[in-house]
């Protein structure tokens, strides 16, 4: 549920910045929003006086009002946040700044992958990944590698839902269903 309403408010959020007119470019948004939320996570009373219910909607905005002047928060940003306080719903933050980065990255066509992989990879077979998945996909994907001991060897990528499972365990696995078939 709070996953579609993110989506609901993120949507709404990333039609603003790309916009004819928009006021600020969607990386601004974006790098605002992640100091905005690297802020609310490091600091537990600040998220306690966003979260609590106890803490009345207009001392909320003077929070974020206070906040935004000495962070130089833009008005867009600053509203937005008004926005998601006054409709009760600071508790989505984190997952709205996920959702809006996943909507700029999907309106300019860029996929995000997380790779992981067997052993470390070089900066030439990081590359090569990274473009047979942009050839696969169709987008042009943003690899976060990572490395995972429970594979024996090769590659799994996800890009979204979507795995591409090039790993010697899968296809272990294919070639023994093919086998039992």
């Not at 833009?74 to 984190?94: C, E, K, M, W």
């Amino acid at each position: 549920m709070s996953e579609a309403l993110a989506a609901r408010y993120a949507t709404a959020f990333v039609e603003i910045l790309f916009a004819p007119n928009a006021p600020l470019s969607p990386e601004q948004a974006l790098g605002e929003l992640r100091a905005f939320d690297e802020m609310v996570a490091s600091a537990p009373d600040l998220k306690h006086i966003l979260n609590s219910p106890a803490v009345s909607r207009p001392r909320k905005r003077g929070v974020i009002a206070k906040i935004a002047e000495q962070t130089g928060l833009s008005a867009t940003v600053r509203n937005f946040l008004y926005v998601v306080i006054d409709r009760g719903r600071p508790s989505l933050l984190p997952v709205l700044r996920q959702k809006v980065e996943e909507f700029v990255d999907a309106r300019r066509g860029i996929a995000r992958a997380s790779v992981a992989t067997a052993s470390s990879l070089n900066d030439e077979q990081k590359s090569a990944i990274s473009a047979q998945l942009s050839r696969v996909s169709g987008k042009k994907v943003v690899c976060e590698f990572h490395w995972d001991p429970a594979l024996l060897g090769g590659v799994v990528a996800r890009i979204g839902s979507t795995v591409y499972d090039g790993s010697v365990r899968g296809k272990l696995t294919a070639l023994k269903s093919r086998l039992t078939a």
